[in-house]
């Protein structure tokens, strides 16, 4: 257990529709990275917070958005989802400024299916 | 950009069999590199990461990982592989300061031990 939850663990919905995926991350960890995994692309960042603030992005869909909350936990946001959405979203989390040294520790991920 | 190219997909050993997972990067500055593992079911798991001096790095359940920077390689090794090493192997190297420094995955080498 890396001490990240991520919530729900399985969400299956149809396209067009939002949905939101939840994640808290380690206690004290203030830098949140949003992660996807899919079959053809692999794993792929999609976007980082740093204690609330977006730091950076990666390749990350205009219909996909994030936050991170004061309390840290941060929620991804998918909208209009299209059946090649459905993939593996991963959160990690580590514990200091991104500055390249840092540990990230993943949660078990939130397995979604566009049907 | 930085990439990172694992030339196995798939490796199937027999128990007590020795492991090597190739993994090359490119990016011509400084690197941090990291090999994750994925249990059937569960979350990225670190096994090891490397920042800088010796480059043998030792990290759990056995495994190392060599870095030779003239090769822009960074193999994983284990002398003697158990059926509970049965899993996905993941290399990453950091990415930039404007990527918040997230992880660049390789495509990922599933490994099956067979007993």
């Known amino acids: 257990d890396s001490g990240v939850t991520q919530t729900p663990k399985h969400l299956i919905t149809a396209t067009g529709q939002r949905v939101t995926l939840r994640c808290s991350p380690r206690?004290?960890?203030?830098?949140v990275y949003w992660y996807q995994q899919s079959l053809d692309q692999g794993l792929q960042f999609l976007i980082q917070?740093?204690?609330?603030?977006?730091?950076a992005k990666g390749n990350i869909l205009e219909r996909f958005s994030a936050q991170q909350f004061p309390d840290l936990h941060s929620e991804l946001n998918l909208s209009s989802l299209e059946l090649g959405d459905s993939a593996l979203y991963f959160c990690a989390s580590s514990d200091r400024r991104p500055n390249g040294l840092e540990t990230q520790y993943f949660g078990p991920g939130t397995r979604l299916l566009v049907l | 950009a930085q990439s990172v190219s694992q030339h196995n997909h798939h490796v199937i050993l027999s128990e007590a069999a020795s492991l090597e997972l190739g993994c090359n990067y490119s990016?011509?500055?400084?690197?941090?590199l990291f090999w994750y593992v994925q249990y059937p079911g569960q979350h990225l798991q670190l096994l090891l990461k490397?920042?800088?001096?010796?480059?043998l790095v030792k990290g759990i359940k056995g495994f190392e990982a060599e870095f030779i920077k003239s090769k822009f390689s960074f193999n994983l090794r284990k002398p003697s592989v158990q059926w509970s090493d049965t899993a996905e192997y993941f290399c990453a190297v950091n990415g930039a300061e404007d990527s918040g420094y997230a992880l660049n995955f390789g495509k990922g080498t599933s490994l099956l031990v067979t007993p």
């Open positions: 917070y740093y204690n609330g603030e977006e730091r």
């Open positions: 990016y011509g500055g400084t690197v941090n």
């Open positions: 206690s004290g960890d203030l830098s």
């Open positions: 490397y920042f800088s001096g010796d480059p």
